[in-house]
Structure formats: C-alpha cells, structure tokens
C-alpha cells in the first residue's frame, strides 16, 4: 500500500469527533451489568491508593477503607488512608478518562501484585450511582494541603483548596440519585460488599463496625501452624460462604501436590490459589451446579464463572484467586485468552489429582460422594482415563437387582448383560427366568461406561436388543418357507418371525423390539430436556449416531421350547395346530402387553381368544 504525504498531496486530515457528553453516558451507565458494580469500583480504587502509598511513601500508617453514610442526606462516603491526589494529578487522573496513576505505577514496579486498577474508566461509574460527586483529597506529596474536587456529571468539575481533611487519604462523597437512596444502608452495604471484598488484602469497615467485613484470611493465606482438622474446618466453612445451595461436603485446595514439589511449579500453580469443594445434596446426576467465584487481585470479578471448571463435574463450587487472569473493561467477566485456558486446564487437573486424595485419605467423605453423585461420576469417568481407573470399581451401576457394582455383574462366563429398554420388555423377563441381574443401558452413561470397562477388562458386554447382542442370545435356526408362512401368518401381526434356539427352554416365544432405534429417537430428542447436562448428551450421542433407523419388531419363537417343537413338527406334517397357534398368539399379546408399549397389542382380542380356547379345548 502506497502511503500519502498530506503536505505533498494537498490531502486534507480531518480530526473526529468525540461526544464526551454521549461517551460520559455510555461508559458511566452501560459498562456495568449492575449499578452496585460501581462501588466496587470506588473501593478498589481506595485499595489502590493504599498500595500506593506503601509503594512510594517511606512513613508508617495504619491502612484502612471506611465506608460510611448519611441515611438522612442520602450520602456514602468510602474513605482511604491511601497516597491521595495532588492538584495535579486531580486534574491529570481522577478527571481524565482513560488515564489513571494506577497502570502507570503497575509498569514501573515488579512488586505491583496487590494494584487492581487498569482502564482509568473505574472512577466514573461513581456517576451512575450519584447525582454529585465530591472528592476530598490529601497527599502525602503535600500532607499540609486538601483539595475539593466536586462535579454532576464527570465533564464539568472544579478542584480547590478545602478545608484540611486532618490526614492523608481520600473521601469519595457520593449524593446518591433517586434509584439507589437505599443503599445509604449500613447492613444493606455490608451484605453487598463482604462478597465482593472477601478476598481483599486491606481492612475493609462498614460504618463503625470494628470488625472489617473481609476480617476471613482465605485458608491458602494462612501461615501460622496450624493443626490439619483446624485447617480441614477453616476450608469447609470458607466453602459455606461461597456456596448458597448446597452443604459442601468436603474440599479440595487447588495444587496441594505442588507445595511439596517446589521443582515443578508451574506459572499457573505459582499464580492461582483458592479451594474447590463437593458439594452435598442428593440432585438428579447430571444436573449441572458447577459455580466458580473468580477473584482477580483480590477483587471478585466474576462469581459465576463455571465454565473454568470441567464439564463433568457438575457437583462442584469453588473460589479461586489469580493475579495473571485478565479481566474484559467491565471488570465482570474474564478475556478468554491462552492464560485462561491453562487456568481451565490447571483446575480440572488439581480436580482429579483431589478426588484420588480424598478416596484415599478421606473413606467417609468419598463414600457420601460415591452415594450423593454417583451418576454424575459415571459420565465422568468417561472423560478421563485418571478418573475411570479410580471409579470404575465404585459406581455402581442401575440393574434389575437395583444398584449394583459393576462386578456382581459379571456371570462365569465373564458376561455383562445390558438391556437398552426403560420398560419392562422381553430382556426382563428373560433375565427374571435366568436369574441373571442385567444392566439398565437406558440411564445416560452407563451403556459407553460398561462398554469401557468390558473393552479395558477383557469381558464381553451383551447388549440386548441391539442387532449384536442378540446375535449372542438367539442362535438363529432355518425353516423351510412354507412352514415359516404359517407360522408367521398365525402367530404375528406386524412383526417378523425368526426360528431361534434361545434361554430359557420354558419360554416359548418373545416379541423383541428394536432398542437401538427406539433409544436413538429418545435420546436424539432429548435436547430440550434440561436435566441433562449437554456434556452428557453429547458422550451418548457418540453412540447413538452410529445407529442406523431400523423400525422393526421382531418375534423369536424358541424352538428348543417343546410346544414350539411340537407345532413345527405338526405343521411339516400338514395338521392343523390353529387352536395351538392362536393359544400362543394370544399368550404373546399379553406378554407383550404387560411389558413394551410400542408394541401394537389387541389386548382384549386375545384375552377373548384365550376364553374360547378353554372352552373348546375338551371338545
Ligand atoms: N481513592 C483514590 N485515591 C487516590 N487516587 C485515586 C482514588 N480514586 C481514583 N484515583 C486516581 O484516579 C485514577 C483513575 O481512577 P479510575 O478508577 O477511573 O481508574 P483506575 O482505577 O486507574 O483503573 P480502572 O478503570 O481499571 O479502575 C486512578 O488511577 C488514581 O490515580
């Protein structure tokens, strides 16, 4: 591309324009989700300050922030012991938009960490929340010396000499505007601000509340000796601040393997601290309440983060602190960059790593998971080797004998049988003759997590109802055609008839549906429903897109059944076994009846054919 010269070319350069007015209101009403957004603004900025001074000025102070309020005159004011701000740098900083002492001071200093501030655009949301702002300020530059700077608007403002403030620091004085008069409310603030603050490192007051709100050092900042069931309670009733709807039931500190191999810290592991925990309640297994508070130095960034936390673990909460995640401007949510997603991968890491130390070190608490989430863990242990070799013998598994490990579904011949059927159907009842507890393929993950465990532990999984697992069941017999059409003409209605030799002996003849499909168009319809976490179906979709539609019903009549033996003899003889075949048929509508509603059935047609057979039957 060719570039320009204007003076040469004549080429005349126009300036935009900017509305500072309409950009005032953009940035100070529309950059937040919520208004309360913005006093965390006008703390983080006193928190700000405070690191400042400790930065640049060599005398002692006590630091603190103090938020106070006027309910009668609507006013909150937050007041820091902080650098404050000269004259000039009122103008130059707190005026300007886009421009802050903060970020300049970050770049200059290695030892920055405790420094939130980035954008320069903090400050102006004070504006959403009042209709006058003033600010009270004196520096440690110029300790003998206090400056004003009040404005309405953010545009228009003044900055002068005031009467002394008495000590360094900052008052940010807010009018509050008619929508949020309430929160000249001491209990009101301390309910808003303890969960944003929790994890801020200066004292943080509410009106003259001794106590600061963020008074809690998080368990990963605790230092001083301390005995491991002390640490154990301190972690869990951290948790129960953090969790709103459920009793953790235990907790797992992010990378407690890494402390005792300093060697191999990772940049993520040295940056991220905080604590994930289980959670209790018994839920249906795939409902998804992952939550993820994220703190960004210190100040709570984004308490619905869950997305950092893998999809399978959808029992799990957490609180997590990292001095490198960056944040988007509104400071509410975080950038998706590559940090993030070694952050994401670091926590599913240290996740797993804690699940093994808990089985091993904590027998009740792993029981209560095992019991609390059990389908849940099933789907995960199919998302990670690690996690499947450390579950595979505990879930259990949904069977005709109730909830069962997966070993005691094993038969001698080292078999696993699964039905894929929800009903009752012809698996069942094969299964309650054979005394053989069979597998219920139709919850979520327990078809891809038995066809994991037959495929790692060299057994055979049969899944009946599927073209395959049939083929194991049914061992298929021919018969010449004539024979077949009066067989299939008497006995069937819209089905196929097939000659098998199958178990048990006793069983004359089953209707057998196809489950593959009729678990395909279940399962392929299930996207409206909420209940299954989309991770979850996705697993299972695997399996069922490989399925091809075949809307058949087949009728397998057992020929090592006697009465079945007899008819076929019977018919290749050319006598006439119709009262025989009806008997059978109508034994097959009723079988089918009480156990498979896809089945067409003419239920009282039979049961009518049944009463005339009895009364026939001497004649
Ligand atoms: N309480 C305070 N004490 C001293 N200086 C302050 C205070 N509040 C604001 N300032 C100054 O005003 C500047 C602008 O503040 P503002 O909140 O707009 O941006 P920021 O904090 O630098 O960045 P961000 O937009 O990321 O919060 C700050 O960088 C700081 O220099």
Same mark, same amino acid.
């Given at each position: 591309? %060719?570039?320009?010269?204007?003076?040469?070319?004549?080429?005349?350069?126009?300036?935009?324009?900017?509305?500072?007015?309409?950009?005032?209101?953009?940035?100070?009403?529309?950059?937040?989700?919520?208004? +309360?957004?913005?006093?965390?603004?006008?703390? %983080?900025?006193?928190?700000?300050?405070?690191?400042?001074?400790?930065?640049?000025?060599?005398?002692?102070?006590?630091?603190?922030? @103090?938020? =106070?309020?006027?309910?009668?005159? @609507?006013?909150?004011?937050?007041?820091?012991?902080?650098?404050?701000?000269?004259?000039?740098?009122?103008?130059?900083?707190?005026?300007?938009?886009?421009?802050?002492?903060?970020?300049?001071?970050?770049?200059?200093?290695?030892?920055?960490?405790?420094?939130?501030?980035?954008?320069?655009?903090?400050?102006?949301?004070?504006? +959403?929340?009042?209709?006058?702002?003033?600010?009270?300020?004196?520096?440690?530059?110029?300790?003998?010396?206090?400056?004003?700077?009040?404005?309405?608007?953010?545009?228009?403002?003044?900055?002068?000499?005031?009467?002394?403030?008495?000590?360094?620091?900052?008052?940010?004085?807010?009018?509050?505007?008619?929508?949020? @008069?309430?929160?000249?409310?001491?209990?009101?603030?301390?309910?808003?601000?303890?969960?944003?603050?929790?994890?801020?490192?200066?004292?943080?007051?509410?009106?003259?509340?001794?106590?600061?709100?963020?008074?809690?050092?998080?368990?990963?900042?605790? =230092?001083?000796?301390?005995?491991?069931?002390?640490?154990?309670?301190?972690?869990?009733?951290?948790?129960?601040?953090?969790? *709103?709807?459920?009793?953790?039931?235990?907790?797992?500190?992010?990378?407690?393997?890494?402390?005792?191999?300093?060697?191999?810290?990772?940049?993520?592991?040295?940056?991220?601290?905080?604590?994930?925990?289980?959670?209790?309640?018994?839920?249906?297994?795939?409902?998804?309440?992952?939550?993820?508070?994220?703190? +960004?130095?210190?100040?709570?960034?984004?308490?619905?983060?869950?997305?950092?936390?893998?999809?399978?673990?959808?029992?799990?909460?957490?609180?997590?602190?990292?001095?490198?995640?960056?944040?988007?401007?509104?400071?509410?949510?975080?950038?998706?960059?590559?940090?993030?997603?070694?952050?994401?991968?670091?926590?599913?890491?240290?996740?797993?790593?804690?699940?093994?130390?808990?089985?091993?070190?904590?027998?009740?608490?792993?029981?209560?998971?095992? =019991?609390?989430?059990?389908?849940?863990?099933?789907?995960?242990?199919?998302?990670?080797?690690?996690?499947?070799?450390?579950?595979?013998?505990?879930?259990?598994?949904?069977?005709?004998?109730?909830?069962?490990?997966?070993?005691?579904?094993?038969?001698?011949?080292?078999?696993?049988?699964?039905?894929? *059927?929800?009903?009752?159907?012809?698996?069942?009842?094969?299964?309650?003759?054979?005394?053989?507890?069979?597998?219920?393929?139709?919850?979520?993950?327990?078809?891809?997590?038995?066809?994991?465990?037959?495929?790692?532990?060299?057994?055979?999984?049969?899944?009946?109802?599927?073209?395959?697992?049939?083929?194991?069941?049914?061992?298929?017999?021919?018969?010449?055609?004539?024979?077949?059409?009066?067989?299939?003409?008497?006995?069937?209605?819209?089905?196929?008839?097939?000659?098998?030799?199958?178990?048990?002996?006793?069983?004359?003849?089953?209707?057998?549906?196809?489950?593959?499909?009729?678990?395909?168009?279940?399962?392929?319809?299930?996207?409206?429903?909420?209940?299954?976490?989309?991770?979850?179906?996705?697993?299972?979709?695997?399996?069922?897109? @490989?399925?091809? =539609?075949?809307?058949?019903?087949?009728?397998?009549?057992?020929?090592?059944?006697?009465?079945?033996?007899?008819?076929?003899?019977?018919?290749?003889?050319?006598?006439?076994?119709?009262?025989?075949?009806?008997?059978?048929?109508?034994?097959?509508?009723?079988?089918?009846?009480?156990?498979?509603?896809?089945?067409? +059935?003419?239920?009282?047609?039979?049961?009518?054919?049944?009463?005339?057979?009895?009364?026939?039957?001497?004649?």
């Amino acid at each position: 591309m %060719q570039i320009i010269d204007n003076e040469e070319s004549g080429i005349e350069i126009n300036e935009a324009g900017v509305d500072l007015g309409g950009l005032m209101t953009v940035l100070s009403k529309h950059l937040y989700s919520t208004p +309360v957004v913005a006093l965390r603004e006008l703390v %983080q900025n006193g928190h700000d300050s405070i690191v400042r001074r400790r930065i640049e000025d060599s005398n002692a102070f006590e630091s603190s922030i @103090k938020i =106070t309020v006027d309910s009668k005159m @609507k006013t909150l004011t937050i007041s820091d012991s902080g650098a404050g701000l000269t004259l000039e740098e009122i103008h130059q900083y707190l005026a300007t938009v886009g421009v802050g002492y903060t970020r300049t001071l970050r770049a200059q200093n290695e030892d920055s960490d405790g420094l939130i501030g980035m954008f320069g655009l903090g400050f102006l949301s004070a504006f +959403v929340l009042a209709s006058k702002v003033q600010v009270r300020t004196c520096s440690y530059q110029t300790p003998n010396l206090t400056h004003l700077y009040q404005s309405r608007n953010a545009q228009n403002y003044t900055a002068l000499l005031c009467e002394h403030r008495g000590e360094v620091g900052t008052d940010v004085i807010l009018t509050l505007n008619e929508n949020y @008069k309430e929160l000249a409310n001491e209990q009101r603030l301390n309910h808003l601000l303890s969960h944003y603050c929790a994890l801020l490192h200066e004292p943080i007051f509410i009106g003259h509340n001794e106590l600061a709100i963020n008074h809690e050092v998080p368990p990963w900042r605790i =230092t001083e000796e301390i005995h491991p069931i002390q640490l154990h309670k301190r972690r869990l009733s951290f948790a129960k601040q953090f969790e *709103s709807h459920f009793e953790p039931i235990t907790t797992i500190p992010l990378f407690e393997r890494a402390k005792t191999n300093s060697n191999e810290i990772s940049v993520v592991e040295k940056d991220l601290k905080g604590l994930l925990w289980i959670q209790d309640g018994a839920f249906y297994g795939t409902s998804d309440n992952r939550n993820l508070a994220v703190f +960004v130095r210190g100040m709570l960034l984004d308490d619905d983060a869950k997305d950092l936390l893998p999809t399978w673990a959808g029992f799990m909460g957490g609180v997590i602190e990292s001095q490198k995640l960056t944040p988007t401007a509104s400071r509410e949510t975080l950038q998706k960059d590559n940090y993030y997603y070694e952050v994401k991968h670091a926590i599913s890491e240290s996740l797993i790593e804690g699940l093994a130390e808990i089985a091993k070190k904590q027998p009740e608490a792993w029981r209560r998971i095992l =019991t609390r989430h059990n389908e849940a863990l099933l789907a995960a242990a199919l998302c990670d080797d690690r996690l499947f070799n450390l579950l595979q013998d505990k879930v259990k598994i949904p069977s005709s004998e109730g909830d069962i490990l997966v070993s005691r579904l094993i038969n001698k011949e080292r078999k696993i049988h699964v039905m894929l *059927s929800e009903e009752a159907g012809f698996e069942d009842m094969i299964f309650r003759t054979l005394k053989i507890p069979v597998a219920y393929g139709h919850r979520y993950a327990v078809i891809p997590f038995l066809r994991k465990w037959a495929q790692l532990n060299n057994l055979v999984l049969i899944e009946l109802g599927t073209e395959k697992g049939n083929q194991h069941f049914f061992t298929k017999e021919e018969l010449d055609e004539v024979t077949t059409k009066v067989l299939s003409d008497g006995l069937c209605d819209n089905e196929q008839l097939i000659v098998a030799k199958f178990l048990p002996q006793e069983l004359p003849l089953v209707v057998v549906p196809d489950r593959e499909a009729i678990l395909k168009n279940r399962l392929e319809s299930d996207e409206a429903d909420k209940r299954i976490s989309s991770a979850a179906l996705d697993l299972v979709r695997q399996f069922t897109k @490989k399925i091809e =539609t075949r809307p058949e019903i087949r009728v397998f009549i057992n020929s090592s059944n006697p009465a079945i033996d007899f008819i076929i003899h019977q018919v290749k003889m050319g006598k006439d076994v119709s009262k025989s075949i009806l008997l059978l048929k109508s034994m097959k509508i009723i079988m089918t009846a009480s156990g498979d509603s896809q089945v067409n +059935v003419n239920l009282s047609q039979a049961l009518s054919d049944i009463s005339q057979l009895v009364i026939t039957m001497n004649d």
